[in-house]
């Protein structure tokens, strides 16, 4: 499969927005959510399920919906794999590091562990436990554990109630589903590690841009997405106000709308953790944009090595993303007025040529296994390939 090279581009982008948001430097308050009350992880999880509907609906039509089903599985081990690493990363040498420099932050971090070792440990191996920044991939996780069952049902059946059963849910969500559930299972279980050690990310909202980014990455795949992008005029003009009223509302507030806690209604409503309404209408409107925009945007959108690279081995760099960070948090601690400009811009840079090279060490290592691969098959079907050029990969 061809590599869309615009894709690499936006999921490079939103790496690099991520990664800057959570390194702790003086420019991390301005980089968090420079498009208006909607941060680089909504556009990333969309992207991801995009790229995930579009590898996985073509291996379904080439190999069949169990071929599919086992692609999604691998996947979901892979990152599952990745979660541990950093975990165990976490638990022992940033640990370690944290506690010998007395970096507060990072202490505040790993506070129920420090407290209850064996209980984080297991928590975290079961994806209950989940720390500030590596509550991500947990959801990531089981949002790939559910994929396949989704797209058999939109492949066979169509889309329409699992988009309504989407909506349905994510309203759901805004009601706290997720910490009246999981009292019931401390109450039957015992377990230990409270509500607010299992992550900010509240799943049954996020559920919801995952899937449309599925649908719409199926409808690519078919070739059918360019009549989904045709949107009335009055449509695309309301998304424009929207999103010009959100970014300058957010770059004269600051990233919380309404300075009166997170209690207050304005600011319930644009609510990222439980993906908020007028979050949600945010992203959507961004959404509209983009897709209408689409071909004059790919007509003269420059190409930007370094961001599709980076988008093009987004989960090796993502994982390194959060190793730096926290490193960072255990050498140099928060962000503080005091600390000097130049060691905020060399962190930053330092920081961004470590996820470039994370991404020529995969493409490297990606490289060698293949040619192991072709090594290893007979010399007839070899040759055959080789005279052929090989399609990249692109990575859901």
């Known amino acids: ?92 040498v940033i640990a370690a590091l944290g506690m010998a420099l007395r970096q507060p932050a990072l202490l505040d971090l790993l506070g129920f562990y420090l407290e209850h070792p064996t209980a984080g440990l297991l928590g975290g191996l079961f994806l209950i436990y989940d720390p500030p920044l ?13 994929s396949p069952f989704i797209m058999a049902r939109g492949l066979r059946g169509g889309w ?32 230990p590690v409270p509500f607010r050690e299992t992550g900010a990310f509240e799943t049954y909202a996020w559920q919801l841009p995952w899937v449309v980014g599925l649908w719409l990455g199926s409808l690519s795949a078919r070739g059918l997405l360019q009549q989904h992008m ?37 600011n319930r409503l644009f609510d990222k953790w439980h993906l908020g309404p007028l979050r949600l209408l945010n992203a959507m409107a961004l959404t509209v944009l983009l897709m209408h925009y689409s071909e004059w945007l790919k007509a003269h959108m420059p190409r930007i090595a370094f961001l599709e690279q980076l988008g093009a081995a987004s989960l090796p760099v993502f994982c390194t993303h959060l190793v730096i960070v926290l490193v960072a948090l255990s050498l140099v601690g928060p962000s503080t007025p005091e600390r ?37 098959k007979p010399a007839r079907q070899a040759q055959r390939e080789s005279t052929a050029p090989a399609p990249e990969r692109i990575e859901p």
């Not at 590596?134 to 559910?146: E, G, N, R, S």
């Not at 994510?170 to 997720?178: C, K, N, P, R, T």
């Not at 840079?349 to 490289?367: E, I, N, P, S, W």
Request: hydrophobic share 55%; with cysteine; glycine share 6%.
């Open 1 to 92: 499969m061809e590599r869309r090279h615009e894709l690499d581009l936006l999921r490079g982008l939103m790496l690099v927005l991520m990664f800057v948001t959570h390194m702790p430097t003086r420019f991390s308050t301005w980089w968090g959510q420079p498009l208006g009350f909607v941060s680089a992880a909504e556009g990333f999880v969309t992207l991801s399920a995009f790229v995930a509907g579009l590898v996985y609906t073509r291996r379904a039509e080439q190999g069949g919906i169990p071929a599919m089903r086992r692609a999604f599985f691998s996947r979901a081990l892979t990152v599952y794999a990745c979660q541990v690493m950093l975990l165990l990363l976490l638990f022992s």
């Open 134 to 146: 590596l509550d991500i991939l947990p959801m990531y996780i089981v949002l790939l554990l559910v």
């Open 160 to 191: 329409t109630a699992i988009l309504v059963a989407s909506v349905v849910i994510w309203a759901i969500a805004q009601l706290d589903v997720s910490r009246r559930l999981y009292t019931v299972f401390v109450e039957w279980t015992d377990f």
């Open 230 to 266: 045709k949107f009335p005029p009055r449509w695309v003009a309301a998304a424009c106000v929207f999103t010009i009223g959100c970014l300058m509302w957010r770059h004269l507030a600051g990233q919380t709308p309404i300075h009166a806690g997170p209690e207050n209604l304005i």
């Open 340 to 376: 000097s400009v130049v060691l905020d811009v060399f962190l930053v840079l330092a920081g961004l040529a470590g996820l470039y090279l994370a991404a020529l060490v995969t493409f490297r290592l990606d490289r060698e296994e293949r040619a192991r691969r072709k090594a290893g």
